[in-house]
Nanobody
Framework: QVQLVESGGGLVQAGGSLRLSCAAS????????MGWFRQAPGKDRERVATISWNGISTYYADSVKGRFTISRDVAKNSMYLQMNSLKPEDTAVYYCAGSRGSHLGEYEYWGQGTQVTVSS
């Protein structure tokens, strides 16, 4: 089982950058696909970016392609989301998630979320 804790959220002006981190506990972190999801008020949860267990395969939502980069460091049991050129529509609670299956599939483990607010 994996336990996940996000950090790095905050308030930033449009055009700025933030780096989210996800710290995972559990010795099998390296076997899990990982992902970042977000949910804005009144909207459904959105898959933002995901990465395969070996880091070779990634997915990005069209809305963040070219601006966000997902990465993982197995040695540090951590995953990251570098967010550049932020827009007000990126404002949401961002969740870290883990999956024992494909990074494109469903996720079983979730963090508590970290708020990202982008001001115009």
């Amino acid at each position: 089982q994996v336990q996940l804790v996000e950090s790095g959220g905050g308030l930033v002006q449009a055009g700025g950058s933030l780096r989210l981190s996800c710290a995972a506990s559990g010795r099998t972190f390296g076997n899990y696909a990982m992902g970042w999801f977000r949910q804005a008020p009144g909207k459904d949860r959105e898959r933002v970016a995901t990465i395969s267990w070996n880091g070779i395969s990634t997915y990005y939502a069209d809305s963040v392609k070219g601006r966000f980069t997902i990465s993982r460091d197995v040695a540090k049991n951590s995953m990251y989301l570098q967010m550049n050129s932020l827009k007000p529509e990126d404002t949401a609670v961002y969740y870290c998630a883990g999956s024992r299956g494909s990074h494109l599939g469903e996720y079983e483990y979730w963090g508590q979320g970290t708020q990202v607010t982008v001001s115009s």
